[in-house]
């Protein structure tokens, strides 16, 4: 086989994130939340203080919390989850019960297994916990659509520029 390059995707180290991966769960909502190609990423500071964007992390890890950071020689994405009350939903709000995921991953690292793996990792935990869904909002034109469906996830719902999706656990 000289001269292929292998399929086989890279599987990062994947732990659990703890409350020191704050600012790094942060950064990663930031590349979420400016995932187009092309298109600059605005500073952390500028994301977190938009409340609807800012609540996916201020105060990590608050009571329920959970999520999951991988690892090359350095952290490349993280994958997390948190519960919304009904006056303070996000983007993929389905009722107080169900945690909404969040996922982001550094560009250099994309396409490899990382979103993969943080998401297998999440969903395990989630069964852990005795959770029995997990849902996420994704715009239409998101790559990532393609992941979230091959891992299950159903589209439940589309409103405005957002797609929500859910996945049963357990």
Do not use: K
């Amino acid at each position: 086989m000289r001269g292929q390059v292998s399929e086989t995707p890279f599987v990062p180290n994947v732990r659990a994130a703890t409350p020191q991966d704050a600012a790094f769960l942060q950064e990663m909502l930031t590349i979420a939340a400016d995932w187009r190609p092309g298109s600059p990423v605005r500073p952390v500071a500028e994301v977190i203080r938009e409340p609807a964007l800012g609540h996916y992390v201020i105060g990590w890890p608050r009571h329920g919390d959970f999520g999951f950071v991988a690892e090359m020689e350095h952290p490349v994405g993280a994958a997390w989850c948190r519960l919304f009350p009904a006056h303070d939903p996000g983007y993929g709000f389905v009722d107080e019960a169900t945690p909404e995921v969040s996922i982001g991953v550094r560009a250099e690292a994309r396409g490899g297994g990382v979103g993969t793996s943080l998401l297998t990792a999440l969903v395990r935990d989630a069964g852990r916990r005795g959770l029995t869904a997990l849902s996420l909002s994704v715009e239409p034109d998101n790559p990532a659509i393609r992941l979230y469906e091959r891992l299950g996830f159903q589209i439940v719902d589309q409103l405005g520029g957002g797609i929500t999706m859910t996945l049963s656990v357990g």
